[in-house]
């Protein structure tokens, strides 16, 4: 199980791990308060300003698992993996004109999750509960995912077991992450945030000035890359693996860089991070500082073409960059690096583990369960509910193929975006009605998840013509595939829309259109 | 002006056929590559700019 153990690396490795670990615990008293008020635990008390926002965001969005599947992508098939640029440029933009309406309403009225907004706004408890089943459903696979990372990093260190074994030092490292959050709520990822992202930013700056020099240049990378995927192309041109994007495969770049983009602040642990802001202003800051991390995401991504350049021997993209970690630097400094993606597993699992455990507590047991909870009930069913998440992340990486996590992964994005349109519509117009939108959600559930099955696996994109049964052949003429949240988020808005028109919303409303200018509140 | 300082870096970051070449190539790295990475700054410029033309 140790004999091939890169000693060194991993002292490093536990070292770091060991730190943030105490630092999880410590985070309890920061920023002291009552942590048995959910409004505490699972929202630090709405009391992080734009620089604790802007570590807490960016650990919380910049995954371990984007760190090993990005370049994996870019490093099997070369410029398609770069979507995640566009995705993360014009997210920004929409933040800025968005969030900063979310966040208000959400202090003014107390609300921590995505569906308290929704059920305040449309006063639609059927609509509250879409919009909370769907955030636990597309949360729970990323977390696993977070695990897989984690696992990659493991393994790259020479760990090997067998059996159950094999998942013993994430199985620590997840007990230990369950017990601060449980202990801190999210005091604890906010204080381990501010390690994990210098150590990114340290391991990252590293990469891109030395691994260049020992390979010749950024020329002699990218001319190694393009012969590469050359020969790749020529023995499966299906593969479309290229340094440009071909003809086939610009529809599915920019549909999936704008529905990617709908959907990363529909994920309750993306909310979470924005809602424990301190104002609104920190929030529009956090919308021009957090590009830097984009950056070093680009970066990132380059580490495909690099791992590629290096010929490292690799069993699957993902082990592309402990593969290049390990062959470009001394083990100390390796183990630094994969402490660092390790870390970046740690945040986003903890804040993803508050926002569904929130989501759980606030929306679907309390109204439906036991209405009458104290705010101390909620925090103690919080703190149990993010246990729970936990160890069915653990669950599905032990039982289930790695396979089915990513599966339920890209349906999770698919499947997220749906409550795009109660969200973003509602903070502007409160024309659409609570039925329409919950109808609309079905179909768009329907419509992606029916789109994203090919037969014979699931994949993201579909070209927009369909075989319907009954009703025949349908073709809209565009002439390109797209991304198939995107499609449905369409077919979601326009049912919406259309049944509005018919069914108009008799409903109450517990926000009033000032309730949504920060500026006007502070 | 405030939503077209906004609006301006999506349309660059969407507009794919504009970048999807090899050529001009900047210290080696191809277009498609070094123009995606200069965006995300430019784009946060611009909403630094869209927020300060929305403040006056």
Redesign the interface.
Known sequence: MFDHLNVVATAVFVFFFGLVSVLGFVAARWKAADLDHIHEWGLGGRRFGRWITWFLLGGDLYTAYTVIAIPAVVFAIG?FG?FA??Y???V???L??TLPRLWAVSQKHGYITAADFVLGRYGHKGLELAVAATGILATMPYIALQLVGLEKVILALGFSGQGIMAHAPITIAFVILALFTYKSGLRAPAMIAFVKDAMIYIFIIAAIVVIPIELG???????AA?KAFDAKDAANPNLAAG???KPSQ?GP??TL??GSAMALFMYPHALTGSLAASSGSAI?FN???L??Y??VL??IA?LGLMAIAAGVKVATPQDAVPQLVLWAFPDWFAGFCFAAIALGALVPAAVMSIGAANTFTRNIWKPFVHPDMTPQEESVLAKLASLVVKVGALAVIFFMPTQFALDLQLLGGVWMVQIFPAMILGLFTRWFSGWALLVGWAVGMIVGTSLSWTGKAWAPVHALSWDIPLAGHFDLGLGFAAYNGLTAVLVNFLVAATLSLVLRSQASDATSPEDYDDRALA | MKFLL??V??IL??W??LY???PP?L????F??WF??V???I??L???A??RVGKN
Do not use: H
């Open positions: 410029a770069f640029v566009p993360t440029i014009i920004y933009p929409f800025y004109l240049g950024f020329g002699a990378i990218f001319e393009g340094l440009t994007l610009v770049y920019i860089a704008i529009r919308t021009m500082a590009p830097a984009s950056l680009g970066f380059l | 906004l609006l870096p999506c970051a969407l794919v056929p999807n070449s090899i190539a210290f080696g790295i191809p498609f590559f995606q990475l965006l995300i700054p784009s946060a611009a909403i630094l869209a927020d």
